[in-house]
């Protein structure tokens, strides 16, 4: 597995508009086209930021993640999601 798939699609949700509202509106769909395997493509799917952080993924670039209320995920969930790293 590499980080690669997941920081492009957390760097895409920061910087580029379109995609960040096609992930709004459809995740799965604008997610289909980035270097992603099927565990990691799940994980952004359904937010499970400690498994993305566990593949690898940068934790400022997932950070953006709630920042813009994507996938569903609050800040607050972030944190409680992140906090089970240490565990």
């Not at 992930?23 to 993305?52: C, I, K, M, Y």
């Amino acid at each position: 597995m590499s980080a690669y798939g997941i920081n492009k699609a957390c760097y895409l949700m920061q910087v580029d508009r379109a995609f960040r509202e096609q992930v709004r509106v459809d995740p799965a769909r604008a997610l289909a086209a980035l270097p992603l395997t099927a565990d990691e493509r799940q994980a952004l799917l359904s937010a499970d930021v400690a498994a993305l952080k566990r593949f690898g993924a940068n934790e400022i670039l997932l950070a953006r993640i709630p920042r813009f209320g994507l996938l569903g995920l609050s800040r607050e969930q972030y944190i409680e999601r992140m906090r089970t790293l240490g565990k």
